[in-house]
Every structure is written in structure tokens, then in C-alpha cells.
Antibody, heavy 116, light 107 residues
Framework: EVQLVESGGGLVQPGGSLRLSCVVSGITLSDHSMDWVRQAPGKGLEWVGRSRNRAESYSTEYAASVKGRFIISRDDSRNSLYLQMNNLKIEDTAVYHC???????WGKGATVTVSS | DIQMTQSPSAMSASIGDRVSITCRASQDISNNLAWYQQRPGKVPKRLIYDASNLESGVPARFSGSGSGAEFTFTISSLQPEDFATYYCLQHKIYPRTFGQGTKVEVK
């Protein structure tokens, strides 16, 4: 069974940084592209970005709203995916899900609150 | 970016009703569209992939159709467990984009 477990959420001031982690089990992470999807309170789903698999050189894609501020990385040896979030804005407040979109596997999410 | 316009944003329906939701893409996405169901407090679950293919284990009352820029998701006979929010997602081009969601509520 594939499981994704996020951690690292919390309260941060505008302009601050936060790093989310996602521990992946049940698959060989290097074989899979992985995504981050967020959902602001009471709002819809927003795709944040993707880290492609080793065969695709771990290349990344980002939503326009986070490009230049967020960085997706991974450590396959630790079965982990990361989301480094810099220069956070109030509108980044959301639950952030680690997702294997192709497999349709979702983590329960980590809550990020950006507030002064 | 491709904009996905989903309608309606909310609807009220009764058990046994036929329910349809539409997603329009701002450009041709072929059949690169999926439909998700999200129940309150739960993570989304994909019901339909490649516009019209039913995920394994998903009841046959759910269906999807369309290609190019216009897509329809249908529940043929609404059941109590179907009251939820539904989203479309285009995966033709980056960035991926979701529709705004359709909340199906009890009438």
C-alpha cells in the first residue's frame, strides 16, 4: 500500500519561509513523479507543482502563483519529497497535500498558516 | 495557462436524480481530463481518467464524456454518498489546472 505522510506545517509570518516534507512508502520514489496540491480554507484545489521521476531527470514544474518562491526537491534515499516555501504570502495559507497524481494517492496534508 | 471553467459551482439535487457537471477548457486538451470527488474532510478521489474511463471500483452510475475543450461528468442516479464536491483537472499542459469545483448538496 502506498502511503504519503506530510509534516512541517505551521504558522509563519508573511515573508517567512517553511519547508514541508513528505515521506513516501510502498513505492520506489525514484520511479515516480510526485506533485504538491493545496487547498485554501473553504476553497478549491490548486496544483502547486511537480517533481518528475529519475527517468525524466527529476525536472520540476510550478504553478505561476508560486514560481520563483517555492522549490520542490526530493531525496530518494530517504523516500522523501520536499516543498521549500519562501517569501510566503497570506494567500499561501492552505492545506498542502503531497500527491502521486498519476497513481491517485494523496497524503492527508500539512496545514500552513501565513499570518502576522 | 489553461483555464478550466466548471459549472455549476453548486447544485441541489435529490436521491435518484441525474446530475451533470460541465468543464470547459480555454484550449484544446484532447482527452487529458480527470474528474475527482471530494467528500467533506477527506482527500480527493479520482473517479474518471482520460475524460471517459471509469476508475476501478467506481460505481457505474458515474460517467464522463467529451474531448477537446468541453467535458461532462454525469451521475445517473444520485446516491446518499454522492453528496460531495467534484473537480475536473486538465493534465495536458503545465501548469495543471483544476476547475473551481461543483458542490452537490441535498435538495
Amino acid at each position: 500500500e502506498v502511503q504519503l505522510v506530510e509534516s512541517g506545517g505551521g504558522l509563519v509570518q508573511p515573508g517567512g519561509s517553511l519547508r514541508l516534507s513528505c515521506v513516501v512508502s510502498g513505492i520506489t520514489l525514484s520511479d515516480h513523479s510526485m506533485d504538491w496540491v493545496r487547498q485554501a480554507p473553504g476553497k478549491g484545489l490548486e496544483w502547486v507543482g511537480r517533481s518528475r521521476n529519475r527517468a525524466e531527470s527529476y525536472s520540476t514544474e510550478y504553478a505561476a502563483s508560486v514560481k520563483g518562491r517555492f522549490i520542490i526537491s526530493r531525496d530518494d534515499s530517504r523516500n522523501s519529497l520536499y516543498l521549500q516555501m519562501n517569501n510566503l504570502k497570506i494567500e499561501d495559507t492552505a492545506v498542502y497535500h503531497c500527491v502521486g497524481l498519476i497513481m491517485d494517492v494523496w497524503g492527508k496534508g500539512a496545514t500552513v498558516t501565513v499570518s502576522s | 495557462d489553461i483555464q478550466m471553467t466548471q459549472s455549476p459551482s453548486a447544485m441541489s439535487a435529490s436521491i435518484g436524480d441525474r446530475v451533470s457537471i460541465t468543464c470547459r477548457a480555454s484550449q484544446d486538451i484532447s482527452n487529458n481530463l480527470a474528474w475527482y470527488q471530494q467528500r467533506p474532510g477527506k482527500v480527493p478521489k479520482r473517479l474518471i481518467y482520460d475524460a471517459s474511463n471509469l476508475e476501478s471500483g467506481v460505481p457505474a452510475r458515474f460517467s464522463g464524456s467529451g474531448s477537446g475543450a468541453e467535458f461532462t461528468f454525469t451521475i445517473s442516479s444520485l446516491q446518499p454518498e454522492d453528496f460531495a464536491t467534484y473537480y475536473c483537472l486538465q493534465h495536458k499542459i503545465y501548469p495543471r489546472t483544476f476547475g473551481q469545483g461543483t458542490k452537490v448538496e441535498v435538495k
